[in-house]
T-cell receptor, first 108, second 117 residues
Framework: RKEVEQDPGPFNVPEGATVAFNCTYS??????FFWYRQDCRKEPKLLMS???SGNEDGRFTAQLNRASQYISLLIRDSKLSDSATYLC?????????FGKGTRLSVIA | GAGVSQTPSNKVTEKGKYVELRCDPI?????LYWYRQSLGQGPEFLIY????????DSGLPNDRFFAVRPEGSVSTLKIQRTERGDSAVYLC???????????????FGDGTRLSIL
């Protein structure tokens, strides 16, 4: 079993849609969780940290379920500029462990 | 800018050659990480430094790969006798401290795209 698993997509959604990404992780000792965004041929950029209580940043909401070892990202009112690959990232120690990423295409 | 800087941005070389990839972290960041990303994959950990010492090099694929950070700032990733399978984007990241359990994010450079012919 891979340490971090994500649905690779692609998710093709119209502008304004709500889209949800899911991720599972295998190391129950993991303490920190993140979503990174990566545009084509660019470096990963931190989108948001994920906290046990769930957290929201504008149109983005992240949830963590430690019991199920499950992380989610919800994007509301999708914009064309949201098109990118979304990487689920887990931190069982100092180096980050990345999922393969989920590709999102928002279509006009 | 004040971000993580990596050079060169692109490197094309022949199989069997030696390459050096450089990373200049964000000023004041004590932790520095090297990752490798192949097409369609997420970044995979190679090695990380806390200060001058390699705190974890368990991700280095074999002894052809080596990295140094002699003064606790700039780091160089060195690959000997390159093979075609080494072709990938090599990403460097830095954080203020060990990410560990402190939820501190890592900030990535633009990467070096290495192509071995």
């Amino acid at each position: 079993r891979k340490e971090v698993e994500q649905d690779p997509g692609p998710f093709n959604v119209p502008e304004g849609a709500t889209v949800a990404f899911n991720c599972t992780y295998s190391n129950s000792a993991s303490q920190s969780f993140f979503w990174y965004r990566q545009d084509c041929r660019k470096e990963p950029k931190l989108l948001m940290s994920v906290y046990s209580s769930g957290n929201e940043d504008g149109r983005f909401t992240a949830q963590l379920n430690r019991a199920s070892q499950y992380i989610s990202l919800l994007i509301r009112d999708s914009k064309l500029s949201d098109s990118a690959t979304y990487l689920c990232v887990v931190n069982p120690g100092a180096p980050l462990v990345f999922g393969k990423g989920t590709r999102l295409s928002v279509i006009a | 800018g004040a971000g993580v800087s990596q050079t060169p941005s692109n490197k094309v070389t022949e199989k069997g050659k030696y390459v050096e990839l450089r990373c200049d972290p964000i000023s004041g960041h004590t932790a520095l990480y090297w990752y490798r990303q192949s097409l369609g994959q997420g970044p995979e950990f190679l090695i990380y430094f806390q200060g001058t010492g390699a705190a974890d090099d368990s991700g280095l694929p074999n002894d052809r790969f080596f990295a140094v950070r002699p003064e606790g700032s700039v780091s160089t990733l060195k690959i000997q006798r390159t093979e075609r399978g080494d072709s990938a984007v090599y990403l460097c990241a830095s954080s203020l401290n060990e990410t560990g359990h402190t939820n501190q994010p890592q900030h990535f450079g633009d990467g070096t795209r290495l192509s071995i012919l």
